[in-house]
Structures are given as structure tokens and as C-alpha cells.
């Protein structure tokens, strides 16, 4: 593969941070990589080629680890119901984001949260 010219390296890293910016702050929405790439000014293809080249990932699966990485935290406090925390999420449907969650996590939301795991996959340490 030819080394990129620095341009093209500094152009796709600023696009990648700025979608970045964008999933950690509307995860919550309905995201599409078209979405991303309209509001980053970029084409979809140039914008893929940030997440792959850059993030090393794909928007997909970087919006799944940051869905993820929050309903963690949120079914740590334990105030909410896996339901609520799957809506907070950006998840319509219940039984879709317990799938996901156990893919991402190695197990069931609600046995996440009653297994006394902390908000970073972790067992809880007993104080």
C-alpha cells in the first residue's frame, strides 16, 4: 500500500474526530454513516476510509462500543430498567439491544447488573 501524502492523512483525521464528536454526542439518536458524513461535509466513502484508517474500526461498530460503554454505565447506577436504559441508548426495541449488549459484554444486561459488574465490564470491588 503507497504511504498517504500527509494531506490526505490530516484531512481524514480531522474527519474522523469530528465523527467522533458527533457519535459521542447524539449515540442516543438515529445515526447513519450518511448522517455522519453530511454533517462532517465528506462523502460516505471518504468518511469510511477515516473509521477504517484512522479509527481502525467502522462507524458501526465504533457507535456499538460507545452505545454500549453507556448502557454499562447506566445499568450500573441501577435506577433504570434494562428497557429504559435500551431507549436511552438509542435502541427501540428492547430485545435488540440485549443482544447486542451481550455480544459486546459477555452477557445479559440484567445479568450484568445484578452480577455487581462495574461500569467498565469489571467485577466491583467490595469496598
Known amino acids: 500500500m503507497p504511504t498517504q501524502r500527509p494531506n490526505t492523512v490530516r484531512h481524514r483525521t480531522s474527519l474522523f474526530h469530528d465523527a ?13 454513516l450518511d448522517d455522519i458524513a453530511r454533517r462532517v461535509a465528506s462523502s460516505r466513502r ?8 484512522i479509527g481502525h474500526t467502522t462507524f458501526r461498530e465504533h457507535l456499538t462500543r ?22 436511552r441508548v438509542g435502541y427501540r426495541q428492547p430485545a435488540q439491544f440485549a443482544k447486542a449488549f451481550r455480544r459486546h459484554q459477555g452477557l445479559a ?19
Request: glycine residues 8%; charged residues 25%.
Open 20 to 32: 467522533v464528536a458527533i457519535v459521542e454526542q447524539d449515540y442516543a439518536t438515529e445515526l447513519s
Open 109 to 127: 444486561p440484567s445479568a450484568f447488573r445484578s452480577g455487581g459488574h462495574d461500569a467498565h465490564g469489571g467485577l466491583a470491588r467490595a469496598a
Open 66 to 87: 460507545v452505545r454500549m460503554e453507556r448502557a454499562a454505565e447506566l445499568l450500573a447506577r441501577r435506577g433504570l430498567t434494562v428497557r429504559e436504559v435500551a431507549h
Open 46 to 53: 471518504q468518511l469510511q476510509r477515516a473509521y477504517a484508517e
